[in-house]
């Protein structure tokens, strides 16, 4: 990664891009090409959330039928934690941040490819081996992992703990160490690539606000998941090598009292969480990012307050790396470090509120069309709403004290990492479609999938937060056999009900997509009349990106009904 | 590889990868910004004592450090043979650090024993798997008779990391 670069002949440039490579394995599978490599990232989270999203039926299916035991009680937490593993790293951080952060950057940035093409298959090749370890888990002698996705020890540090924190507990982490290194290249391929790859013209303030959340983004996993490395380096001493940084003394285990000294499980949260509070933003600002993107090009005006919304970014950035201890409140913290974190999180709420309220502006006045990129886009408005609402209340301590580990924080933060990154992904996948295939996703089916997405997860999510006002917990495995939780059960099965509907809806989707990738309506190089520079060429677009002429920036992304033109709108590329 | 390299015009080549260097020395930054803070916690513990290091640890900061004079000679005068004595000495301070384990598990303070000694087993051998990359690039390098430019901005601040590293263990 480090090594210097070979100095080429000036005209190198752009006639490498003449000849496409011709074989079948080099051009679809070995690809260098950075919207092949974007799309294979789509295709594994696409596969992975079929995964992800079943265990996800099995959870709801326990909860609100536990008489029946569809799983036994070991295996439910290994259900639990695996769902959220794989859908927060697997799914959301696969298709988000790697499939359309791939297809995305070099495109709107005028780049022909990735600073370092190389690097980028190989960060792809890193995490195939990674999803298999994390599937091959489920099949091992004790499971797969059972820690929660938090891996906490000592359930994750002693082999000996429950079944799951065996060979399941070495298999996540192996796998997690893979993700970690992908996804590490594909941040620094970003970073490198924004910095130096851009198109004549293209300023960083000309760039697509989905770049700069790209770009922060990038930055963000850059800095947090390093410290994640070295907490999973601990853990992985405490498990085989038997050093005690996690793990206190006294700890007995049947009848022998276990060898370790002096470790502190508190130090595992902390290192976690320093990584677990900024991935949020990893994978919540690309969606808003596309939100904007999405919602500039349909409603026909400039997205409202452009700087404002970067340096928005850069805050939000900031902030979210010093405010991980939110997340510990009952953990044990001297009241006053409480104090810090509560004042610090819901600081966080004003830049936030920022872009939340900038995406409503910029729909005023705008001449709305409600494609289903549109509908997908303006829900994501709503969500990040209601997802923050709810935040205020996890963010300050006193709250939260009561809401820890209830159905309400399970609420939140699905609202959040879930249901708006989800959409940001559909309004990308239903808005960036033509560029990847030369067709448009069918809108009718489009429609379908955004009521049949929108509607239950609301549902499920919103109820959720009810349950936990009533005082029911999460990760019980039967909440039946407690008197306290009878209030909040009641919802247990309309939940579950939503969250097959929910579930069966993403079918629409998978459906919707491979028959548009085959037969979809052919559309030309821009179809939606946008103006940023990935619709500069011709769909789907070329190897190499753009014709034998590089792309010229010369104005910004989104000049939508320019003042003194009669023109409705004026690309960035045109004169 | 070509293909590292094949969309690039000679001076973004040169910038992106400097920029990657940058940004991949962050992430040492953090990494060890993360041992550090879980050194800072663990040192409470109440079964802390401290490592005596053994003197050679120290003797292999002086050869980490001539390595990286040489590499800054063979940077400035294109010096083929600089590069293959930093090259030499940089194997010669692998070598030495798993002596220095030897010499520490044979005075009983080997990972499971010390809380102090597994931070110097777990830091030393961090450094030195990072230091192994840059041994691999600097072989690259030579054998395409190149100057190491980057490589040795790389070496220098891994001799800093190191040299980090030991005060660390040593204030405490």
Known sequence: ?575 | MDAMTSTLAPRTSRRSAETMLVAFLATIVMLFAGFTSAFLIRRTGSDWQPVELPRLAYANTLVLAAASVLLELARRRASPGAARAALALGLIFLGGQVQVWRMLSAGGMFLSDTPEGAFFFLLSAVHGLHLVGGVGALVWLIARARAPRLVAAYWHFLGLVWLYVLLLLHFQ
């Open chain 1, 1 to 575: 990664m480090v090594l210097e670069t070979q100095a080429r002949p000036a005209g190198a440039h752009a006639s490498a891009h003449d000849h496409a490579p011709q074989s079948f394995l080099r051009r679809y599978v070995f690809s260098l090409d950075h919207k092949v490599i974007g799309l294979q990232y789509i295709l594994t989270a696409m596969f992975m959330a079929l995964i992800g999203g079943g265990l996800s039926a099995l959870i709801r299916y326990q909860v609100a039928w536990p008489e029946k035991a569809v799983v036994s009680p070991e295996t439910y937490l290994s259900v639990v934690t695996m769902h959220g593993t794989i859908m927060v790293f697997f799914v959301v951080s696969l298709a988000l941040v790697s499939g359309f952060g791939n297809f995305l950057i070099p495109l709107q940035i005028g780049a022909r490819d990735m600073a370092y093409p190389l690097l980028n298959a190989l960060s792809y090749w890193t995490i195939v081996p990674g999803c298999l370890l994390m599937i091959l888990a489920f099949f091992v002698e004790g499971g797969a992992a059972a820690a929660g996705w938090t891996a906490y020890p000592p359930l994750s540090a002693l082999a000996e703990a429950v079944p799951g924190s065996g060979l399941g507990q070495t298999l996540w982490l192996l796998a997690m160490a893979l993700f970690i290194a992908s996804f590490t290249m594909g941040g620094l391929n970003y970073i490198t690539t924004i910095l130096n790859c851009r198109a004549k013209g293209m300023g960083l303030l000309r760039m697509p606000l989905s770049v700069w959340m790209f770009f922060v983004s990038a930055i963000l996993g850059v800095l947090a998941f390093p410290p994640l490395t070295a907490a999973a380096l601990m853990l992985l001493g405490d498990r085989h090598l038997g050093t005690s940084f996690f793990l206190p003394g006294g700890m007995v285990f049947g009848e022998e009292v276990l060898a370790h000294e002096g470790g502190t499980p508190l130090l595992f949260q902390h290192l976690f969480w320093f990584l677990g509070h900024p991935e949020v933003y990893v994978i919540v600002l690309p969606a808003i990012g596309i939100a904007f993107d999405v919602i500039a090009t349909y409603a026909r005006r400039p997205p409202f307050g452009y700087r404002m919304s970067v340096w928005a970014t850069l805050l939000i950035a900031f902030l979210s790396m010093i405010v991980w201890g939110h997340h510990m409140y009952v953990s044990g913290m001297n009241p006053l470090v409480g104090e810090y974190f509560s004042i610090a999180t819901v600081s966080i709420t004003a830049p936030f509120s920022i872009l939340g309220v900038n995406l409503l502006a910029s729909l005023w006045r705008g001449k709305i069309r409600f494609t289903t990129a549109m509908v997908f886009a303006l829900g994501i408005i709503s969500v990040i709403g209601l997802g923050g609402l709810g935040g205020l209340y996890l963010g300050t301590s006193t709250s939260d004290i009561y809401f820890h580990d209830s159905y309400f924080v399970v609420g939140h933060f699905h609202l959040m990492i879930g249901v708006v990154t989800l959409m940001g992904t559909y309004a990308a996948c239903y808005h960036w479609f033509p560029k990847m295939f030369g067709r448009a996703m069918n809108e009718r089916l489009g429609y379908l999938h955004f009521a049949l997405t929108y509607v239950p997860m609301m549902a499920v999510f919103v109820l959720m937060h009810y349950q936990g006002l009533s005082g029911m917990l999460r990760r019980y495995y039967d909440h039946s056999i407690y008197d306290f939780q009878t209030v909040g059960r009641e919802l247990s099965k309309p939940i579950s009900y939503w969250a097959f509907a929910a579930f069966a809806g993403q079918f629409v989707f998978l459906a919707n997509f491979l028959w548009s990738a085959l037969r979809g309506r052919k559309v030309g190089s821009n179809p939606w009349e946008a103006t940023s520079m990935e619709w500069n060429t011709e769909s789907p677009a070329p190897h190499g990106n753009f014709g034998a002429a590089d792309p010229v920036a010369v104005r910004g992304p989104y000049d939508y009904a320019p003042e003194g033109s009669s023109k409705e709108y004026a690309p960035q590329w045109t004169q």
